[in-house]
């Protein structure tokens, strides 16, 4: 990863070409800080985006079957110009949720509105997350067309750095 990268990324050409991000990199290496940043710059630039959780997302969209509402839910998360799913990777899943994840990837494919995902899975961890090969083909065949893979390596960055940590001077 380099800062021209990064810099080339927050002038938000990926969203006007309909390009997705994925981070992929063990916890803490910055992934996440990256991906909010990019909304960020997005909202602040006047670009309509929702950041979600992926479990949280999963749930919504599992909850909307149940309530019929998942139409609704799916035209309202596509209209979205960019859409940010945290930490895809430490998830349990229901077969539904995996289908309607699917269906929101495929939408958003299909009307070019971009998504930043997180996650600490190589695209081939994908098949054991998902569980069904065929969709997870069709999944990264639509999610890897107009996608920008970044992976991140590194310690992480919440671990103590060279020296003391703080607990050790209050000692």
């Avoid at 349990?92 to 949720?97: A, C, G, M, W």
Wanted: glycine share 8%.
């Amino acid at each position: 990863m380099s800062k021209a990268q990064i810099n080339e990324l927050a002038g938000l050409g990926f969203i006007e070409r309909g390009e997705n991000i994925v981070f992929v990199g063990d916890p803490g290496t910055g992934k996440s800080g990256l991906a909010i940043g990019l909304l960020r710059e997005a909202l602040l630039s006047g670009y309509r985006g929702r950041f979600y959780n992926a479990q949280d997302l999963l749930d919504e969209l599992y909850a909307s079957l149940a309530d019929r509402s998942s139409a609704r839910l799916m035209k309202r998360l596509c209209r979205f110009d960019a859409l940010c799913i945290d930490e895809l990777g430490y998830l349990t899943l229901k077969p539904e949720q995996v289908n309607a994840f699917f269906k929101l990837m495929e939408e958003r494919y299909w009307r070019k509105r971009s998504v930043i995902i997180t996650t600490n899975l190589a695209y081939s961890a994908w098949y054991d997350l998902f569980q069904r090969k065929n969709l997870v083909d069709a999944l990264l065949d639509r999610l890897t067309h107009r996608c920008i893979t970044i992976r991140i390596e590194g310690p992480s960055l919440r671990a103590p750095s060279h020296g003391k940590g703080k607990a050790d001077k209050q000692s």
